[in-house]
C-alpha cells in the first residue's frame, strides 16, 4: 500500500510537471492543456488553477454517470494543478527554439511516464478518464469513439480561447498513446490476493 501511495503521488506530480514543461516549451500542448491555457488566459489566471477547477468541474459530470471517485481522482483533481503551478515559478520562459523543442519531447515523454505511474499505482481514474469510461458504462458507445470526442471538443474550444496549439499537439496525439503502452506495465503493481478461508479440522 505505501509504495502504491508514493507511486501515485510522485506520478501525480510528475504530470504536473510535465504540463508545465509544455507551457515553457511554448509548441503546442496536449488537448486538455490547450483548453486549459486558453482559460487561462481569457480569464488571467494560472494554468495550474484553471487544472483544479476545470477536474472539480469534470468530476461533477461523474454524478450522473454513477461514477464513484477514488483517492486517485481527488488527488489527481488537487495535485497536477499545484504541481504545474510550482514548476513554472520555478522555470524561466525560454527563446532559444533547439531548447524549447528538447523540452517539448521532454514533456511528451515525461507525460507518458507519469500516466503509467498514477493509473498503474491503482487508485482510481482521473477525473476525465473517468468521465470516458463513465460515458462507455451508460451508452455502451466504444471508447476510441468516446475519447476521440472529448479530445477533439475539448481541443477546438482551447484553440478557440487562444490555447497553444501547434506541432507539440500533434506530436503528442501521435505518440502519446504507444508511449503509454510502453510504460504502464513498469508500473503495474501486483495486488495482494486475499486470505484463503480456513479449513474446518474434523473432529476427532
Same mark, same amino acid.
Given at each position: 500500500m505505501l509504495r502504491r501511495l508514493i507511486q501515485l503521488y510522485i506520478g501525480l506530480i510528475l504530470y504536473g510537471v510535465s504540463t508545465a514543461v509544455y507551457v515553457r516549451a511554448n509548441l503546442g500542448a496536449d488537448p486538455w492543456n @490547450?483548453?486549459?491555457? *486558453? +482559460?487561462? *488566459? $481569457?480569464?488571467?489566471?494560472?494554468?495550474?488553477? +484553471?487544472?483544479?477547477? !476545470?477536474?472539480?468541474? @469534470? $468530476?461533477?459530470?461523474?454524478? %450522473? /454517470?454513477?461514477?464513484? %471517485?477514488?483517492?486517485? !481522482?481527488?488527488?489527481? +483533481?488537487? @495535485? /497536477? *494543478?499545484?504541481?504545474?503551478?510550482? !514548476?513554472?515559478?520555478?522555470? %524561466? %520562459? /525560454?527563446?532559444? $527554439?533547439? /531548447?524549447?523543442? +528538447? $523540452?517539448?519531447?521532454?514533456?511528451v515523454l515525461l507525460n507518458a511516464l507519469a500516466t503509467g505511474m498514477y493509473i498503474g499505482a491503482g487508485f482510481g481514474a482521473g477525473p476525465r478518464d473517468g468521465l470516458m469510461t463513465g460515458i462507455h458504462a451508460r451508452t455502451g458507445w466504444p471508447i476510441r469513439r468516446i475519447r476521440t470526442t472529448i479530445e477533439i471538443s475539448v481541443l477546438l474550444i482551447g484553440i478557440v480561447l487562444g490555447g497553444a496549439f501547434g506541432i507539440g499537439t500533434v506530436l503528442y496525439a501521435l505518440a502519446i498513446g504507444p508511449l503509454i503502452q510502453i510504460c504502464l506495465p513498469w508500473f503495474q503493481l501486483p495486488r495482494a490476493a486475499p486470505p484463503a478461508p480456513m479449513k474446518a479440522e474434523p473432529l476427532s
Open positions: @490547450v483548453f486549459h491555457l *486558453g +482559460v487561462a *488566459g $481569457l480569464a488571467s489566471m494560472d494554468i495550474g488553477m +484553471v487544472m483544479i477547477l !476545470t477536474g472539480a468541474a @469534470v $468530476l461533477l459530470l461523474w454524478i %450522473p /454517470l454513477r461514477q464513484r %471517485p477514488g483517492l486517485g !481522482t481527488i488527488s489527481n +483533481v488537487i @495535485v /497536477l *494543478g499545484l504541481a504545474a503551478d510550482a !514548476t513554472l515559478s520555478l522555470m %524561466p %520562459p /525560454l527563446e532559444s $527554439l533547439w /531548447l524549447r523543442a +528538447v $523540452l517539448l519531447l521532454l514533456a
